[in-house]
Nanobody, 123 residues
Framework: QVQLVESGGGLVQAGDSLRLSCAAS????????MGWFRQAPGKEREFVAA????????YYADSVKGRSTISNDNAKNSVFLQMNSLKPEDTAVYYC????????????????WGQGTQVTVSS
């Protein structure tokens, strides 16, 4: 059974850091690209970051570029999102996703999703 489980969310103050984790099942890790998306109340799900597990290339939304780093640990079947200098506008539910070759910025390119973890940044 394909499974992605996120953790690491919480309530923090502006300027703080968080590290989100995504534990993936073995089948999920046959996917080439791992991504993070977020969805704030009343808004559409938006791309945050992605990583090509084969070549290590990374991709970031302009809104988090320079403040966030996506990484993975193949031995632990996990992918991470380190977020620094958090802002109130980063408040959202963050989702981990797995996609095939070529998946990048669109949620439609990802076939597997976790349940999400809430990140709330207070001002």
């Amino acid at each position: 059974q394909v499974q992605l489980v996120e953790s690491g969310g919480g309530l923090v103050q502006a300027g703080d850091s968080l590290r989100l984790s995504c534990a993936a099942s073995v089948r999920t890790l046959s996917s080439t690209v791992m991504g993070w998306f977020r969805q704030a109340p009343g808004k559409e799900r938006e791309f945050v970051a992605a990583m090509d597990r084969n070549g290590g290339s990374t991709y970031y939304a302009d809104s988090v570029k320079g403040r966030s780093t996506i990484s993975n640990d193949n031995a632990k079947n996990s992918v991470f999102l380190q977020m620094n200098s958090l802002k109130p506008e980063d408040t959202a539910v963050y989702y981990c996703a797995a996609g095939g070759l070529g998946a990048r910025y669109s949620a439609y390119e990802y076939g597997y999703w976790g349940q999400g973890t809430q990140v709330t940044v207070s001002s």
